[in-house]
Every structure is written in structure tokens, then in C-alpha cells.
């Protein structure tokens, strides 16, 4: 298994106890549908390595983690490294939910403006953006529910309604150009 294959669940964050129990923390919107997992991948110098455990008391993102077959001090030397599932372990999303690796590749198609390109990246700083690529003019758009109208699975297009002037500042008069 690869990091390719797989997303990242959370990271294990420090020791609890002194029976080798660790605090995970999982990077996910809904923690709760994660509270029958029994195991993961851990990022180690080796690669992806899976390890078996039992989850208790959640916290919102926070859970303590029983690791098996393991000494307490292996299970501290695992602070700190991130835990991966794979990508067939995530949840079906419909409508125009998404998530960011899904759409790489996908057209992007505003109501104004019509074909801006192919969404080479999701940027994620404070507010995921579109990396979309227009043969070589990038054009970043913000990922918000207000400028995704429809996202189209079957055709790979995300049609947007960006805000007013957004593509004209990357494209400008290049519109025929393509």
C-alpha cells in the first residue's frame, strides 16, 4: 500500500497512561464514523505500515488508541506519525460534496465565462482554491458553496459561478485564445 492509495486519517499525538495507550487525533469531519476502526496504516521510515488497534473515549477529534501485539514503548515511538486508510475506506459523497482528490483532472466550467480549464491541484491555505489550469495561465478559484453550482461525476465538470470579474483577472481578453 501506498501513501498514493490512501488519505490521511490523523497523526499520534503523545502517550496517554502507562499501559502504552496514545492519543490520536483524527483529521475528519465526522470522527464518529470512525469509532468501530481497528486498523491503520502508520507512516514509518519503512513506509506504510498497518498496525491493529481499539479506540476509546472519543473526544470530538481526539480518541485514545489500544495498540495490539505491541510493547508500551513501541507504541510511544509512534507519536508523531501520521495514520492513513485507504482511499476505498472513504465514504461515498453525493451532490456537490467532494473530496479535494476526487476532482483532480475535472473541467471547470463558469456560467459567464464558459470552459476556464482543468483543475490541476486543490490549494488548501485558509480557504481551499482551485488550482485550475488553462493551457499555461493558472487560474485560482475559492472552494465555497456560493461559487460551486453543480459538480457533474459522470462527465468530470464542475460547473462554478465565480465571482464577478475573478476569471477576467487571469484570463482577461485570452477567452478566444483556447
Known sequence: MTKDECYRLGRITKPWGYKGQM???????TPEDYLNLDSAFVET???????????????????????????PEQSAAL???DMYLPLS??????????????????????????????????????????????????????????????????HRIIYIDAPNGLIDLYLGDNNNAC
Request: no cysteine; glycine share 6%.
Open 89 to 154: 475506506q472513504l465514504p461515498k459523497l453525493t451532490g456537490n460534496k467532494f473530496y479535494f482528490h476526487e476532482v483532480i483532472g475535472f473541467n471547470v466550467v463558469d456560467s459567464a465565462y464558459g470552459d476556464i480549464g482543468t483543475i490541476k491541484d486543490v490549494l488548501e491555505y485558509v480557504q481551499p482554491i482551485f488550482q485550475i489550469m488553462r493551457n499555461d495561465v493558472e487560474v485560482l478559484v475559492p472552494v465555497i458553496d456560493e461559487v460551486i453550482k453543480e459538480v457533474d461525476r459522470e
Open 23 to 29: 492519543v490520536v487525533y483524527l483529521d475528519v469531519d
Open 45 to 71: 521510515k519503512a513506509g506504510l505500515v498497518p498496525y491493529f488497534f481499539s479506540l476509546d473515549n472519543f473526544n470530538g477529534n481526539k480518541a485514545i488508541a489500544t495498540f495490539e501485539d505491541i510493547t
Open 79 to 81: 507519536a508523531g506519525h
